[in-house]
């Protein structure tokens, strides 16, 4: 599937905020007859993107900065990723409060008030059940970016496009071109390229088999988040009524809210809670700056995984997959500046390998969408 042929379907207005999804976009269509484009809600889709680089880029560099610092705690950092979900209650109230009042005022119909604040119940599942994932995923992130540089563990993570194309294939039956399968491989090559040597970046104090210990679950957490962006975006395809954005709010809200009971669990039994006093006092830059760590992380992965959920929406989720790709150069420059990491031959290859995969997706789309409209 190209990013004009996802399971997401825009009404016949450009402007709507809704996404039609239809139940069985995936079976019907001749594979080789072309399909006419489908609208892109823009608006959305910018938005999206915008929210999901500020936290992809923000979110690792502060939980490494954390670390940095004198922060020991795995599970404190996987718990931040997802617990930010309170600032999302406004926007919800906001956007819901309006749709409401708007179709009282169009329509003889009142619906009722709970059909805008909560989810179907197919939505509410799947949003559990990646919440869950989440949850997990963040746990092996963390183990990941406390024994590598930023820009490694970036770089790894950048895989999770080929887990992406996987398992969308396996789960809405993504359609792949040339220019996709090409994009796929070569950013796969980037982290076989990034391991081929693993002594030229290794932060000091951290010793062989640590290293190779978050080489390994930050590829498994690649892996993960790979399934969860098609699960989402299977969701999105089996819902009953049109997604609009109060509607990913709220599996936003649902998926961090499951996600953090995974991690209040992880840190009880790891027993986190009764150390984060001592943490603080001992943290490198002061307790201030700890506690403005650990919200700037929390709104930071907030943005992030509510950017990816409109991405998905907006257009598929192998595009998310590939957008999370297309950032690494940023957080390689960041990370750089940030905490003066090297950056090996080997950094440079894959980086490359990256950036191409990319502009081999992309000019796939152009062709794709050229083609189409001739």
């Not at 610092?69 to 930010?84: I, V």
């Not at 988040?225 to 709220?250: C, D, F, H, Q, T």
Request: net charge positive; with cysteine.
């Amino acid at each position: 599937m190209s990013l004009s042929t996802t399971t997401n379907r825009h009404g016949t207005h450009a402007l709507a905020m809704n996404v039609e999804l239809g139940h069985d976009d995936h079976n019907h269509d001749d594979p080789q007859v072309p399909q006419p484009p489908k609208k892109i809600n823009w608006p959305l889709l910018i938005l999206s993107v915008f929210f999901s680089v500020t936290g992809v880029v923000g979110g690792p560099l502060l939980v490494r900065f954390y670390y940095i610092n004198g922060g020991n705690r795995k599970w404190l950092p996987c718990f931040l990723q997802t617990c930010g979900f309170p600032i999302l209650i406004f926007p919800i109230l906001s956007l819901s409060l309006r749709r409401n009042s708007t179709t009282t005022t169009s329509t003889t119909t009142k619906p009722p008030m709970s059909h805008h604040f909560t989810l179907e119940p197919t939505l509410f599942f799947y949003s559990a059940v990646n919440g869950l994932l989440i949850g997990l995923d963040n746990y092996l992130y963390s183990i990941g970016l406390s024994y590598l540089p930023v820009s490694t563990a970036t770089l790894l993570q950048s895989t999770q496009v080929s887990f992406v194309a996987v398992f969308s294939l396996l789960l809405v039956k993504q359609r792949f071109t040339p220019y996709s399968v090409n994009s796929v491989v070569l950013m796969t090559l980037g982290s076989v390229v990034l391991g081929m040597r693993s002594q030229g970046d290794r932060p000091k104090g951290v010793s062989q088999k640590e290293y190779l210990v978050g080489f390994f679950m930050t590829l498994f957490s690649a892996a993960l988040i790979g399934l969860v962006y098609p699960l989402v975006e299977l969701s999105y395809g089996k819902a009953v009524r049109p997604i609009n954005y109060s509607v990913l709010l709220m599996y936003q809200f649902n998926q961090s809210v499951f996600g953090t009971i995974f991690s209040v669990i992880g840190m009880a039994a790891n027993k986190d809670f009764q150390v984060l006093g001592r943490e603080a006092n001992e943290f490198v830059r002061g307790e201030a700056a700890y506690c403005l760590t650990l919200v700037g992380v929390a709104v930071f992965f907030q943005l992030g995984f509510l950017g990816t959920l409109g991405v998905i929406s907006s257009a598929s989720s192998l595009f998310a997959g590939i957008l999370a790709a297309v950032l690494v150069p940023i957080i390689e420059i960041a990370s750089f500046v940030a905490y003066h990491e090297s950056f090996t031959r080997e950094k440079g290859m894959s980086l490359a390998l990256c950036l191409w995969g990319f502009c081999s997706y992309f000019y796939g789309e152009y062709k794709t969408r050229k083609l189409i409209m001739e």
